[in-house]
């Protein structure tokens, strides 16, 4: 696991590409135009619900940033446009 420094809210964004076949995937803040790397998660149930999301679905996200930029998924929380899941 990463280490964190601060969580920050939960927030709606935009899956740009998918979590492969590592853990990664990659999310678009539309409020800043800013593109994070998620890379770690929670737990395992909250992977598996990431897992689902699809390319240009939105999600309410909580994002902790990590020391080397990129950030751990700590919560998907309820609302928010729309939360598109993938076939799975």
């Given at each position: 696991?990463?280490?964190?420094k601060?969580?920050?809210s939960?927030e ?13 995937m990659?999310?678009t803040?539309?409020?800043?135009g ?5 890379v ?9 619900r ?9 999600a309410r ?5 990590t020391e080397d930029?990129?950030?751990s998924l ?7 446009p729309t ?6």
């Amino acid at each position: 696991m990463s280490t964190t420094k601060s969580t920050e809210s939960g927030e709606t964004v935009t899956i740009v590409s998918p979590m492969d076949e590592r853990g990664r995937m990659t999310v678009t803040k539309p409020a800043t135009g800013e593109t994070v790397e998620v890379v770690d998660y929670a737990d395992e149930l909250l992977r598996e619900r990431a897992k689902t999301l699809s390319p240009g679905a939105t999600a309410r996200l909580e994002l902790t940033p990590t020391e080397d930029g990129t950030c751990s998924l700590t919560r998907l929380l309820p609302g928010g446009p729309t939360i598109g899941f993938g076939a799975d």
